[in-house]
């Protein structure tokens, strides 16, 4: 059974551009979290989704910031107009319905020049 | 006051000893406690939840004080495989019913 999956795992942005991970959770694991790590900090709450909708997304910046969980294919963070503050670390993690437990893909470094 | 605060350490303890983290949490209506270990670089592993009634992995035993809003890990026989970052982990605040809340963790070094 493959782990979490992102992709990709490195990823170089100028500023002003716009950034896209992506993350495919474990198999039969419907709960989709993203959070990010800055640079010696502790990782900060993003995003909750299910399948096609947002669920929480309190931990979201209010601009540029916008995520998805299609009913096909992997959920997208998607980051507009990129700014050197964002370069950080974006993990996911997924969970099935009925655990409290989450397990965490291998993030994305973002890093924005 | 910070949500889940640890002692960041380091943590320096010789191969073999028994060694234990602390953590404390603000919000007295948390739901669901956990450690995560995250290595240099890596992303974070469940390592244990914890339960009120206190529970035991191997070398690993997790404890909750709910009264007191404080969680510990012990680690016994510890081997250098247990050098890592200990996440205390706690839901149901901060983000959201079901993000994870994360300490910022202790920095354990095993050494030979």
């Known amino acids: 059974n493959a782990g979490v999956m992102q992709n990709p795992r490195h990823l170089v942005r100028r500023r002003g551009q716009e950034a896209r991970l992506r993350c495919s959770p474990m198999?039969?694991?419907?709960?989709v979290y993203w959070y990010r790590q800055l640079p010696e900090e502790g990782l900060k709450f993003m995003v909750y989704?299910?399948?096609?909708?947002?669920?929480?997304e309190s931990g979201m910046p209010k601009e540029r910031f916008s995520a998805e969980f299609p009913k096909e294919g992997p959920s997208i963070l998607r980051i507009q107009q990129v700014v050197r503050g964002d370069s950080a670390a974006y993990f996911c993690?997924?969970?099935?319905?009925?655990?409290?437990?989450?397990?965490f893909g291998p993030g994305t470094r973002l890093t924005v020049l | 006051r910070k949500e889940v605060e640890q002692d960041p350490g380091p943590f320096n303890v010789p191969e073999g000893a028994t060694v234990a983290f602390n953590c404390t949490y603000s919000?007295?209506?948390?739901?669901?406690f956990f450690w995560y270990r995250q290595d240099c670089r890596k992303e974070p592993k469940l390592l244990m939840s914890v339960y009120s009634s206190g529970n035991e992995d191997g070398r690993f035993t997790a404890q909750l004080n709910r009264a007191s809003q404080y969680i510990s890990l012990l680690i016994r026989d510890s081997k250098l495989s247990d050098s890592a970052t200990y996440l205390c982990v706690v839901s149901g605040i901060g983000g959201g019913a079901d993000g994870l809340t994360f300490g910022k963790g202790t920095h354990l070094i095993i050494q030979p």
């Open positions: 919000n007295s209506a948390s739901q669901s």
């Open positions: 989704l299910q399948k096609e909708n947002i669920i929480d």
């Open positions: 198999k039969g694991h419907s709960h």
């Open positions: 993690a997924s969970s099935p319905s009925d655990s409290r437990g989450q397990f």
